[in-house]
């Protein structure tokens, strides 16, 4: 697995779900916790785990992740020598359906921010949370993995870790850093090391992401009709707000930390308000 953990881009979460892709190849080529003969990884052996996992109601983007590990496993293979070509190169990609992100009302959204009360020290680092979560738009792991030292109070500025381990500096706006503050002066919390976490649980421990999104879909319960909020709802609409604002689109694409400016066009396309906004300006009967 040293080509997996190697990988430039990969989280913890997509390793993880590499190596279990792989390993229930190899296991069923050999056996559980028998090597594999290079001989045994196959083509053939590849088209059969797609088709099994196609019958067993797998999503395309799972299946697309399955062939991309195995790719990576095959690249490995070729350059230890073991095989002599990658098998998995041959396998086609299935077509992933292209899913529009799921945004909330701007002000259904900052209503139900305005209105989380309570002073106890759990209400107050909910709203801080839920606050920074909205205001820069930072995906679930950027968020629990903030420290202190990644917040400059003066200049309003965060670093945060994204996708790659790569680092970016995102503006948090005022409402977010007051709730902060508020929550480390009630919980008494000094940035006694800059490594320290920023959002701890009762335990004193960084807050895992399964917290944090009890925390959304608890706090934010009486959104979106009832459903579910999640962590990402929350940086869908960031960027979506931003956008229906006359926001830059390259900006945005900073903000966010995409690597390609076609992850951030999907934008243009859910944004009815930015949509509304241009024909009533450029149609000469509108």
Known sequence: MAELAAHPRGSEHTLAAYRRDIGRVLDRAA??????PPALWTRAL?????????????????VARAIAAWRSFGRFCVRRAVLTADP????????????LPRTLPARDLGRALDGLS??????????????????????????????????????????????????RIVPAGDLALAALDRHLAAARRAPAKRDAPLFVNARGQRLSGRTVQRVVRRRLAGMAGGLGVTPHALRHSFASHLLDRGADL???????????????????????????????QAHPRA
């Open 250 to 280: 390259r900006a945005i694409q900073e903000l966010l930390g995409h690597r390609s400016l076609a992850s951030t066009q999907i934008y243009t396309h859910v944004s009815p308000a930015r949509l509304a906004k241009a024909y009533r």
């Open 118 to 167: 309570g002073d106890d020290d759990v209400s107050l680092r909910d709203r801080a949370l839920l606050e920074l979560a909205y205001s820069s738009g930072l995906r679930l792991s950027e968020l629990t993995g903030l420290d202190f030292g990644d917040l400059d109070r003066t200049s309003g500025l965060l670093r945060v870790r994204g996708k790659g381990r790569r680092e």
């Open 46 to 62: 590849l088209e059969r785990s797609v088709r099994e996992l196609t019958l067993a109601g797998a999503a395309a983007a799972s």
């Open 31 to 36: 056996g559980p916790g028998r090597p594999v």
């Open 88 to 99: 998995a190169r041959a396998l086609s990609f299935p077509r992933l359906p292209r899913r």
